[in-house]
């Protein structure tokens, strides 16, 4: 059974930092895409970051781009998000996720295509002085 957790959100004054985790189970990091999106009150998800496991790239939406950096550990089976610079508009719930037996993911156009099908619970993040 797939299963996601993410830990690691907090409350951050704009310009701060916060690693996320993302620890997986029930399928091998490394086999498949991967990635976060995040929502914030009434608005719709926001893919912004996957890693593509075919040639491992990874690929940002513009919205965070430079500050924001995702990687895993195979050996932990965990996905890593390091946010740097953080802003108030980044202010969301953070979710990572998987889409079984799709190994890539790309950007087009400043934006991150990644069809996920698989989504852990979240975790909360807030940017505010």
């Known amino acids: 059974q797939v299963e996601l957790v993410e830990s690691g959100g907090g409350s951050v004054q704009p310009g701060g930092s916060l690693r996320l985790s993302c620890a997986a189970s029930g399928f091998t990091l490394d086999d498949h895409a991967i990635g976060w999106f995040r929502q914030a009150p009434g608005k719709e998800r926001d893919v912004f970051s996957c890693l593509s496991t075919y040639d491992g790239s990874t690929h940002y939406a513009d919205s965070v781009k430079g500050r924001f950096t995702i990687s895993r550990d195979n050996a932990k089976n965990t996905l890593y998000l390091q946010m740097n610079n953080l802003k108030p508009e980044d202010t969301a719930v953070y979710y990572c996720?998987?889409?079984?037996?799709?190994?890539?993911?790309?950007?087009?156009?400043?934006?991150?295509?990644?069809?996920?099908?698989?989504w852990g619970q979240g975790t909360q993040v807030t940017v505010s002085s």
């Open positions: 996720a998987t889409r079984v037996l799709l190994s890539t993911c790309t950007e087009v156009a400043g934006k991150v295509v990644f069809p996920y099908d698989y």
